[in-house]
């Protein structure tokens, strides 16, 4: 099967500018996550989606991101605006419904200047 | 709050031993334990998943444990490989399916 499909892979932006990532899951995959990963720690939740629907957002600064999942398959999320503190590396994964692995893309390494 | 804790230091082995990770965690049980392989530039890869009620799992040269009296899961590869070269992470996963992400753990397998 195709595997989670992420772009851009990489990039630079100036603070207070704007940014948006985009994800294609696993088909059949319900379960969408973000993630912000910074060097040398573990995958930091940002928003979890189960179709279309948001099931928990509570690690998400909702003052500059935001996340959508239109009909429950591809997912955007757009940082606006960015400051340096979110240069990091972007991680979506998908999911079926269950004590199943996670299916991760190769993430975005975003960097703000 | 519920804490996933590995050893932040890279563990060196030579190729053809037996490698050892581990995976400590606070508080309750978790209902599952999984791990994932994670290479530089890369997202992680998803390894084995232990269930509460297994003592072990295994896939091929991997092995896992699960000791809810200890509060720790270990990793193990047999037989290892400089291929096997990379970060490992440690997650648990509650009764919503979440995970909860240790660090990682470097290993490096020396020829």
């Known amino acids: 099967e195709a595997g989670v499909a992420q772009s851009p892979r990489y990039k630079i932006i100036e603070k207070r500018q704007s940014v948006a990532f985009w994800c294609n899951p696993i088909s059949g995959h319900a379960t969408l996550y973000w993630y912000q990963q910074i060097l040398g720690q573990g995958p930091k939740l940002l928003i979890q989606?189960?179709?279309?629907?948001?099931?928990?957002d509570s690690q998400l600064p909702k003052d500059r991101f935001s996340a959508e999942r239109l009909k429950g398959v591809d997912s955007t999320l757009k940082i606006q605006p960015a400051k340096l503190e979110d240069s990091a590396v972007y991680l979506c994964?998908?999911?079926?419904?269950?004590?199943?692995?996670?299916?991760f893309g190769s993430g975005t390494r975003l960097t703000v200047v | 709050s519920q804490k996933i804790e590995q050893n932040s230091e890279a563990l060196n082995i030579q190729e053809g031993k037996t490698a050892t990770l581990t995976c400590n965690y606070t508080?309750?049980?978790?209902?599952?334990l999984q791990w994932y392989r994670q290479d530089p530039g890369r997202g992680p890869v998803f390894l084995l998943l232990i269930r509460e009620n297994e003592k072990e799992k295994r896939k091929e040269r991997l092995k896992v444990t699960f000791d809810t009296t200890l509060k720790q899961s270990l990793f193990h590869i047999t037989a290892s490989q400089p291929a096997d070269s990379a970060t490992y992470l440690c997650?648990?996963?509650?009764?919503?399916?979440?995970?909860?992400w240790g660090a990682g753990t470097k290993l490096i397998i020396k020829p």
């Open positions: 989606f189960q179709n279309n629907g948001v099931v928990d």
């Open positions: 997650a648990r996963m509650d009764s919503n399916y979440q995970l909860i």
């Open positions: 994964a998908s999911s079926r419904t269950g004590d199943y692995g996670y299916t």
């Open positions: 508080n309750y049980s978790p209902a599952y």
